[in-house]
């Protein structure tokens, strides 16, 4: 069965340094998403896009975060100079269509900010 | 904006015994909404989906969700709770193309 895939699992990193995390989307599937889970909370959207473009972001994906689709495979979301509140997990989706499907979601990237 | 509910933070139950988990949701139309679980370490996987068809949905591992308008409610239900049932579920409403989670509900299951 098809899966949302994401490296890495868990990331340590320094505050303010970049982080780039990554995901492999499901190969047929058009939009692709991330959120994040600041532990203890709600599951918040931060991004979708398709078509190489960004089509929706929240008030949380400010000017530190960016989203590319490098290749035909890859789905990543970067963070330019990372704080303690970045610290989530952060979780990569994707669907084939956007009104009433199911997103798929990927395991998830722990990410921590020391 | 669409948004839901959970009623419950964290519901115990005995293994063999029924399940309820409940939701909430706030929507000017018709909604799409899902509930998922994440089992420890384990990414979100969908349990089952309501997109305006049936009001009884049923999905995987036996849960099944009925969808109320009268009561704006689609309160998650399992006969007899399993020891693997034990995880986090969310109740999720799609608001604008985007999913909006509901804050969960963790699910221990005593032998």
């Known amino acids: 069965e098809p899966e949302v895939t994401q490296t890495p699992s868990h990331q340590v990193t320094q505050m303010g340094q970049e982080v780039i995390l990554r995901c492999v989307p499901i190969?047929?599937?058009?939009?692709f998403y991330w959120y994040r889970q600041i532990l203890g909370q709600k599951v918040e959207f931060l991004v979708s896009?398709?078509?190489?473009?960004?089509?929706?972001k929240s008030e949380i994906f400010d000017d530190q975060f960016s989203v590319e689709r490098p290749d035909g495979s890859n789905f990543t979301l970067k963070i330019r100079s990372t704080k303690l509140e970045d610290s989530a997990m952060y979780f990569c989706?994707?669907?084939?269509?956007?009104?009433?499907?199911?997103?798929?979601f990927g395991p998830g990237t722990r990410l921590t900010v020391l | 904006a669409q948004s839901v509910t959970q009623l419950d933070s964290h519901v115990s139950v005995s293994e063999g015994t029924p399940v309820l988990l409940r939701c909430n949701y706030s929507?000017?139309?018709?909604?799409?909404l899902f509930w998922y679980v994440q089992h420890p370490n384990k990414g979100l996987q969908l349990l089952l989906k309501?997109?305006?068809?049936?009001?009884l949905v049923k999905g995987i591992n036996g849960f099944e969700a009925e969808f109320k308008k009268s009561e704006t409610s689609f309160h998650l239900t399992k006969p007899s709770a399993h020891m693997s049932d034990a995880a986090e579920y969310f109740c999720?409403?799609?608001?604008?193309?985007?999913?909006?989670f509901g804050a969960g509900t963790t699910v221990t299951v005593r032998a």
């Open positions: 896009f398709y078509n190489n473009e960004i089509s929706e």
């Open positions: 989706a994707s669907s084939q269509q956007r009104e009433g499907h199911e997103q798929f």
């Open positions: 999720v409403v799609m608001d604008d193309y985007k999913l909006s």
């Open positions: 929507s000017s139309y018709s909604p799409s």
């Open positions: 190969s047929n599937h058009l939009y």
């Open positions: 309501y997109t305006s068809a049936a009001t």
